[in-house]
């Protein structure tokens, strides 16, 4: 494949896109900061909830594949041909060498530890000899391979609870389950007759996928599969939806019950308590890398 790589102002980059892939027959298209890494660095992607982001970077970094040289050539001729085009300018044309993808993406995933005997480990990886617990979990589509704080902290949480607390774990809920892990986590220490909700169709599937996989048993499903209370309720979302949602999140919390939250900025953690004064006192229970994990035990009998 040879990669083609162009400087665009923001006003261009949707236009030379478009081109790329529509006329041009480019096999792939990206679109990158110019200026990363550096002082003039922009963050475009908020939080939801915050101040709309900018559409797109005062300078962008265009990088285009083609399966042919000539094809290449051409795309950067013809563009730079075009009357509006006067500030796009070419950086480079060089041949991609070839590598073996699958093999390049499969090590950017290493097994990943909860507990010192509680680990998350791709397929094509042998669990640690001192993993008593391994959730398999390759990457997909759906959020959760557990490389990410909030993942881990929920995993912890759920490992470090007693066996007296996790015998009354006769019901789950995980809500906004993305690729099950939360779940499949609760599964593999002793939770049973779990319900697993995501909005997202492909996060339902990834669900059923990895629990197979996992040699557990669940429902997957769209969020009104949830009904009734459950002695625990996982959350691993966002903090705007999270707050939100906590009406439906508690009132899914059965007496006695652990409520269990994340996706929460440190910044946030006050937010979120004063969201959920009404219904319970959420805590922080774990930190890390900045975010927090927030805890509350229900009213009742525990």
């Known amino acids: 494949m040879y990669e083609l790589v162009l400087r665009a102002p923001e006003a261009l980059v949707e236009p030379v896109s478009e081109a790329l892939m529509d006329e ?7 679109v990158e900061d110019a200026d990363v890494d550096t002082d003039a660095e922009q963050a475009l992607f908020g939080e939801p909830g915050m101040p709309a982001p900018k559409s797109g970077w005062q300078r962008s970094t265009i990088k285009a594949l083609f399966a042919e ?32 993808w699958v093999r390049l993406t499969q090590s950017q995933f290493e097994p990943v530890q909860v507990t010192p005997a509680f ?11 001192q993993a008593q617990q391994v959730i398999r979990l390759d990457p997909g589509l759906a959020f959760g391979t557990g490389t990410h704080p909030t993942t881990r902290m929920c995993l912890r949480w759920i490992a470090q609870q007693s066996a007296e607390r996790r015998a009354r ?34 996060a339902v599937q990834a669900t059923q996928d990895n629990a197979q996989a996992n040699g557990v048993q669940l429902r997957a499903g769209l ?22 949602l906590a009406p439906l999140l508690t009132g899914h919390v059965a007496a006695g019950g652990d409520l269990v939250l994340a996706g929460i900025l440190e910044r946030q953690a006050d937010e979120l ?13 774990d930190s890390q890398e900045g975010w927090v994990l927030m805890t509350a035990r229900m009213a009742g009998d525990a």
């Open 24 to 30: 041009l027959e480019a096999l792939s298209v990206s």
């Open 69 to 100: 040289e000539s094809q290449a050539t051409e795309a950067a001729a013809l563009l730079l041909a075009q009357d509006w085009a006067d500030e796009l300018h070419v950086q480079s044309l060089q041949a991609v060498e070839d590598q073996d």
């Open 119 to 129: 680990w998350i480990v791709p397929s094509w990886h042998e669990p640690p000899q």
């Open 169 to 202: 774990w006769e019901r789950v809920l995980d809500y906004g389950c993305g690729s099950g892990i939360l779940a499949i986590g609760a599964a593999l220490h002793g939770a049973r007759d779990i319900d697993a909700v995501d909005i997202d169709p492909a």
């Open 223 to 244: 969020p009104e599969l949830a009904q009734g209370r459950y002695p625990l309720v996982l959350a691993n979302i966002l903090a705007t939806p999270l707050k939100l």
């Open 273 to 285: 308590k004063a969201a959920y004064a009404s219904w319970c006192e959420l805590q922080v229970s």
